[in-house]
């Protein structure tokens, strides 16, 4: 592992993976390079986090072994365009970005270098982001364990094809939100008949939590334990028949159809 890893952008995603490293301790606070053009932004990072914060993207960018863009994809040829003659030869650029592929980051430096696409999730704050990462034909083995590794230091990392990278958001990175509408609808629910709502939200968000970590252990089939759950005859087979004749299911898969869509579309603007 080397020694600094640099944050260029301060935002939600950048300080849940930045609390994720500190506590994980796979790099000093010392050693986490930050830099956002707000004053707010940077003070609570280093307040927060303690981390080194720079003057300019171009003091993160001259020292990060490891260089995280973490700035909207609009933004990403005007930083890299400022950062290009600053970088380390062997850096890994290490992007965060929807829509932004390996070609247009080489571009916008104007040379090759070392680019490892990455989608990560703010349950990183928590140390359980489900982080998807593709490099490129640049990356060693080496330099892609690495990586790996500090995706897991704040969650679950799997590598997967760069064509599957813009679909991704629709069944992981974006997914969290689509969760916190099921446990609101459902706290909303239970404060229907009667339940404090800041104990709805703690069963509903249990519920949910117990559910995904029964399926990610047990490696059983969602459908099969769906169903040891209805009793014949039983409530919750009601709630099922109900959620069916609403479009659950339908609502679901569109919706992580239209985010794909949407990925889809960002990275062809990029063209």
């Known amino acids: 592992m080397k020694n600094n890893i640099g944050f260029i952008g301060c935002g939600n995603m950048a300080k849940a993976m930045i609390g994720g490293l500190v506590v994980g301790e796979l790099f000093r606070p010392e050693n986490i390079l930050c830099y956002d053009p707000s004053d707010v932004a ?14 300019s993207n171009v003091a993160v960018a001259a020292q990060a072994d490891y260089l995280v863009l973490a700035v909207k994809p609009f933004l990403y040829g005007k930083v890299l365009e400022e950062i290009a003659s600053s970088i380390k030869p062997s850096v890994i650029i290490v992007s965060i970005a929807v829509g932004v592929g390996f070609e247009d980051i080489k571009e916008f430096l104007g040379r090759d270098v070392k680019v490892i696409r990455t989608q990560p999730s703010t349950p990183a704050f928590v140390g359980e982001s489900d982080s998807t990462l593709c490099p490129d034909g640049h990356m060693t083995a ?20 760069e064509k ?12 969290p939100a689509y969760t916190m509408l099921l446990i609101e609808a459902m706290a909303d629910g239970g404060v229907l008949h009667g339940f404090p709502r800041d104990q709805a939200y703690r069963l509903s968000a249990q519920a949910v939590y117990g559910a995904a970590k029964l399926v990610l252990e047990s490696g059983e089939h969602p459908g099969k334990l769906k169903d040891q759950i209805c009793t014949p005859g039983g409530t919750t087979i009601e709630a099922v028949r109900v959620l069916e004749a609403k479009g659950f299911r339908d609502a679901v898969i569109s919706a992580v159809d239209a985010c794909a869509k949407k990925s889809l579309a960002m990275s062809k603007k990029q063209d």
């Open 164 to 175: 599957l990278m813009e679909v991704v958001p629709g069944i992981a990175s974006s997914a």
């Open 42 to 55: 940077r003070s609570l990072v280093e307040a927060v986090y303690g981390v080194n914060i720079q003057d």
């Open 142 to 161: 080496e330099d892609t364990q690495d990586v790996i590794t500090i995706f897991e230091s704040f969650g679950k990392a799997e590598i997967i094809s």
